[in-house]
């Protein structure tokens, strides 16, 4: 029996927000990240909105399953999954194109998560309604706020200060390449937004000043957690002897060598916690994980690729289970990913470490009232029904149009690296 309340409608819309130069082990970001907004709307004129990926295969996918929802209860959670599930298949790969996948990207961009993705993406909208019809914001729904308030890190770029082609003014952040400029950068940062923890995303330039970085924030910031990234860019050896380097300053280390095979390498010669947004990324690589004895003890989730803020409770279980840390990585995102995040971390008991965001890199928003504040480096939780947050209309019409006008279509970070080194491979690990 059809109600009211039904889903009557789904809107898919691409947009396109200024990105800065921001360097990291595949290249440079584009001047231009992409991302979707997601409408479902009831009978009754409800709209639960959402924000993911905004490459063209995810509009794809997204596009082929939303009349799916079609007459689906926005309560019917399970049912939305099956139906996804059904008609969102990602495309037959041979063997060797799914393990070049698997080091090579992003676990965002594999074609593993398509269907993890579209669920996710329909889920919180799904959520964002049902709390409006219950009155309750989406943290009740999830089983009630753990804590008040969630902790963010400041998250450091080397970076260029300037696109080198320019279709807009340049940031104001400037170029950060030295360790000077990346404690100016840190310094910045936290001054305004008063994180309380530090990340730097390294895998960019040569490891050895990379690691000065790091010991110039430790010097400039005694005190404060301090974690690496570098995505999986530097050998074993490599990755060792930097970590030698930062005895005693570093809180955990990401990601630094390819491969679960080659974290495990490091974990059984170093006494730092490794964290991974790039190994343990589903729960069948949970699983590998802990069969091979848990060499990686920080899981860095994203609702995004896991599936949802359900599936991200579920892994946030098993993290207890097996006595590991859990905390969330990011991507370039807007408030409605953020708001989303602050939800789900607020829900999960276990969240052992301030969570990443890029939120400071982006100066453009979609949500009515503007940018998100941060209180002393955290989120506090929103009380009202739903996510707590609406679509700016206007604003959403401007950033469609700069999709519409950019011509980024797929992110590429190669790509626009080599337009600045022609040489530039992007051979993972490179040092």
Same mark, same amino acid.
């Given at each position: 029996m059809s109600t009211s309340h039904d889903i009557r409608h789904v809107r898919i819309t691409p947009i396109a927000f200024r990105d800065p130069p921001l360097l990291n082990a595949a290249g440079i970001h584009e001047p231009w %990240?992409? @991302?979707?907004?997601? /409408?479902?709307?009831?009978a009754s004129g409800l709209v639960g909105i959402n924000e993911s990926y905004g490459d063209l295969p995810m509009l794809e996918a997204l596009a082929k399953a939303a009349p799916a929802l079609t007459g689906l209860s926005p309560w019917a959670l399970n049912e939305m999954e099956t139906r996804v599930a059904a008609l969102v298949t990602p495309p037959k790969m041979t063997a060797s194109e799914f393990l070049g996948q698997q080091v $090579?990207? %992003? *676990?965002?961009?594999?074609?593993? !998560?398509?269907? %993890?993705?579209?669920?996710?993406?329909?889920?919180?909208?799904?959520?964002?309604?049902?709390?409006?019809m219950a009155g309750a914001p989406v943290v009740d729904l999830l089983g009630g706020a753990a804590r008040e308030s969630v902790p963010f890190s400041a998250y450091?770029?080397? !970076?260029?200060?300037?696109?080198? /082609?320019?279709?807009? %003014?340049?940031?104001?952040? +400037? /170029?950060?390449?030295?360790p000077d400029q990346l404690v100016a950068q840190a310094r910045r940062m936290i001054d305004q937004y008063g994180f309380q923890s530090i990340k730097l995303k390294a895998g960019a330039l040569q490891p050895e000043q990379e690691a000065d970085g790091i010991l110039a924030l430790a010097k400039a910031?005694? +005190?404060?957690?301090? @974690?690496?990234?570098? &995505? +999986? &860019?530097?050998?074993?050896?490599?990755?060792?002897?930097?970590?030698?380097k930062l005895k005693g300053v570093l809180e955990y280390y990401e990601d630094p060598a390819p491969g679960l095979e080659g974290m495990a390498a490091v974990a059984r010669e170093c006494d730092v916690p490794l964290a991974t947004n790039m190994v343990v990324t589903d729960f069948a690589e949970f699983r590998r994980n802990a069969d091979m004895g848990c060499p990686v003890k920080i899981v860095l989730s994203d609702h995004h690729y896991w599936g949802g803020l359900r599936a991200t409770q579920r892994l946030s279980t098993l993290c207890?289970?097996?006595?590991? +840390?859990?905390?969330?990585?990011? &991507? $370039?995102?807007?408030?409605?990913?953020?708001?989303?995040?602050?939800?789900?971390?607020?829900?999960?008991?276990?969240?052992?470490?301030?969570?990443?965001?890029?939120? *400071?890199?982006?100066?453009? /928003?979609i949500v009515e009232g503007g940018r998100l504040r941060f209180e002393q480096g955290s989120l506090r939780v929103p009380t009202t029904p739903g996510l707590g947050v609406t679509l700016d209309r206007e604003a959403l019409a401007r950033l469609h149009e700069n999709y519409l006008r950019c011509g980024i279509r797929n992110r590429d970070d190669l790509g626009q690296m080599q337009k600045y080194d022609p040489s530039f491979t992007g051979r993972q690990p490179r040092y």
């Open positions: %990240a992409l @991302r979707s907004i997601i /409408e479902i709307e009831t $090579s990207l %992003a *676990p965002g961009t594999h074609v593993s !998560k398509t269907v %993890a993705k579209v669920i996710s993406a329909f889920e919180v909208a799904m959520l964002d309604l049902q709390g409006q450091l770029f080397y !970076k260029y200060a300037e696109h080198i /082609e320019q279709p807009y %003014a340049p940031d104001a952040w +400037g /170029e950060a390449l030295t910031f005694p +005190g404060t957690p301090l @974690r690496i990234d570098p &995505n +999986g &860019n530097w050998t074993v050896p490599t990755s060792l002897k930097i970590v030698q207890r289970t097996f006595d590991l +840390g859990l905390s969330m990585h990011s &991507n $370039s995102h807007l408030g409605i990913s953020l708001v989303a995040m602050t939800h789900l971390c607020a829900s999960v008991p276990l969240l052992t470490y301030a969570c990443d965001t890029h939120y *400071p890199w982006q100066d453009e /928003e």
